[in-house]
């Protein structure tokens, strides 16, 4: 492995120029913010160790990979190429985000927006009053701006403009950017000494370490295979926390399927595009290892021995995770708040179940089982680990083909926890308060185009009111209801009887589960919490068949 330093600015331009600097596609996306560049540029500027890279050269190998991007913006899709056999690129295994970094803040744009230097800042410099403070503990400012605002301070320079003056204009470009930015006396010899400290940082050829595996390979025989450049990029990953498991697992994945970004990406975006519940490529994995039976152990190494079964089930799982997504969101089940579903691995038996079908549609005949299956999970707050996950799939397993074992799966609940449910009850009511009432009040808690009608959990009888004599029935689901946001607000602490005074019998009926007007008065509290409780665990007992 051949070892050697180059300066930032020969790095920048072998990826700008040379088009010879690329990402392997085994890398993850670019996650730093603009505060995390504007430190790297700090500690540049201070000349801080700034930490080696790790190259690959793979001039002997057909390769996946991406360019570094010179205008970054947020979700920004990155597309993969292949690198043919022959052609010598480098590939970038460890170091991504600063290069990309340096890149961006030299040659491009983030969020439209270009990096500026404060050129008369730095050890010892008056606070600008121009300038407000960022809390960032930085000595030298750097900052980010669109090019077209009019209200930029003067003293705020380009990055991109001084770092690619020409060596020889070097004198004649610091002395006329510090008169067009009107600064004089003190102001002008810090701005000269700190113009040419960058220039003198990005240039040093001595900076930057970095290490390049095949560098000196001769032949194709003599250099890496793709597996062991993929066990070194992990291993170096893993001795820190730059990387999650997640990306180690998608970055394997990677290497060995082509076109993976590209479908993790499409079905991510596609999925939540509609119904945002926190689908990522986290969740794929998992779930592909799960329809294809492999052990659902959430490990690189299980992905790793596992691998070829995922590809060839992506497009039905696909297939088995939108039609689940459908139906959790259908008008008879009625699931659309995120927060409902909790914890979101309660889709994955849902999900290995309609794998089985052709295109992972839901039996008409299934759809009540499927649907008693899901809350009654989501009650229980039962999938929470991978052990559950697998015992739940194992039931499911033995009645392949065949009609959802409902009694199976509910029977693996009471077994595997100690405090659980499997027939509706007050209880449970008590236990998941949101839920509950998404059964009871379909018809309140429901998406909405305004802030005004969001629902939220209230209190009929004031809790204010109420607490002190009634503790243990002010938070009881009889005394609970979904309210909209606006019309909550406006209740404040009113007594019922108030509030709803202009509701009529038929909407506080249907919608409440208030039979009786009469019921809204303070002295018969207890009757009405214990008549509505009843009330609400008949409609949750109807909803469930259990």
């Not at 927006?113 to 960032?136: I, Q, W």
Request: glycine letters at 6%; aromatic letters at 10%; hydrophobic letters at 40%.
């Amino acid at each position: 492995m051949a070892s050697k330093t180059e300066s930032i600015m020969s790095l920048l331009n072998q990826i700008r120029n040379d088009q010879q600097l690329v990402l392997p596609d085994i890398q993850r996306d670019f996650v730093w913010s603009m505060e995390q560049i504007r430190l790297l540029m700090d500690s540049v500027m201070r000349e801080y160790p700034f930490g080696s890279l790790l190259f690959w050269q793979t001039r002997f190998l057909e390769v996946p990979y991406r360019e570094f991007v010179s205008d970054y913006e947020l979700g920004l899709t990155f597309v993969p190429k292949t690198k043919a056999q022959g052609q010598p690129l480098r590939m970038v295994l460890d170091g991504q985000q600063r290069l990309q970094s340096l890149y961006l803040a030299v040659y491009g744009t983030y969020g439209r927006k270009r990096l500026y230097f404060n050129v008369t800042s730095g050890p010892g410099a008056k606070p600008d009053p121009d300038v407000p403070e960022d809390g960032l503990g930085g000595l030298y400012r750097f900052e980010f701006w669109n090019e077209e605002d009019s209200n930029r301070p003067k003293r705020l320079i380009p990055v991109n403009r001084i770092a690619t003056w020409p060596s020889r204009l070097e004198d004649a470009e610091t002395e006329k950017t510090i008169a067009d930015a009107g600064l004089a006396g003190d102001d002008a010899g810090r701005a000269r000494s700190n113009i040419r400290l960058l220039r003198r940082v990005l240039t040093r050829s001595d900076l930057v370490p970095v290490e390049t595996i095949d560098d000196e390979a001769p032949d194709a025989a003599s250099a890496r295979t793709l597996d062991e450049v993929l066990e070194i990029f992990v291993r170096v990953n893993t001795g820190g926390t730059r990387l999650s498991r997640a990306d180690l697992m998608f970055s394997f994945l990677k290497s060995k399927w082509q076109g993976a970004r590209v479908s993790f990406d499409d079905l991510v975006a596609k999925v939540e595009s509609t119904c945002p519940l926190g689908i990522d490529k986290d969740f794929i994995i998992r779930g592909l290892l799960l329809v294809t039976d492999s052990p659902v152990v959430y490990e690189v190494a299980n992905v790793q021995r596992h691998w070829q079964a995922l590809e060839p089930a992506f497009e039905q799982f696909a297939n088995a995770l939108k039609s689940t997504l459908d139906f959790v969101r259908s008008p008879d089940v009625g699931i659309r708040s995120r927060s409902l579903v909790q914890p979101l691995a309660t889709l994955f038996p849902l999900i290995y179940y309609l794998y089985q079908f052709k295109n992972g549609s839901v039996p008409d005949e299934e759809r009540r089982s499927l649907r008693s299956l899901l809350y009654f999970l989501l009650f229980n707050g039962f999938v929470r680990s991978e052990a559950r996950i697998r015992y739940l799939r194992d039931e499911i397993r033995k009645h392949k083909g065949r009609p959802l074992p409902l009694t199976g799966l509910l029977h693996v609940v009471e077994t595997r926890q100690k405090n659980h449910f499997v027939q509706s009850s007050s209880e449970m009511l008590n236990n998941n308060p949101r839920l509950a009432l998404n059964i009871a009040q379909p018809t309140i808690c429901k998406t909405t185009l305004s802030w005004q009608e969001n629902p939220e959990v209230d209190h009929i009888f004031p809790q204010s009111v109420f607490r002190m004599k009634y503790p243990s029935l002010v938070d009881d689901i009889g005394n609970l209801a979904y309210l909209g946001k606006l019309r909550n607000i406006r209740k404040s602490d009113d007594m019922p009887m108030d509030y709803f005074m202009d509701a009529s019998d038929t909407e506080l009926r249907d919608n409440y589960l208030i039979p009786d007007r009469a019921l809204l008065t303070p002295e018969r509290f207890e009757e009405f919490v214990a008549n509505r409780r009843g009330l609400i665990l008949e409609r949750v007992r109807e909803f469930l068949g259990r």
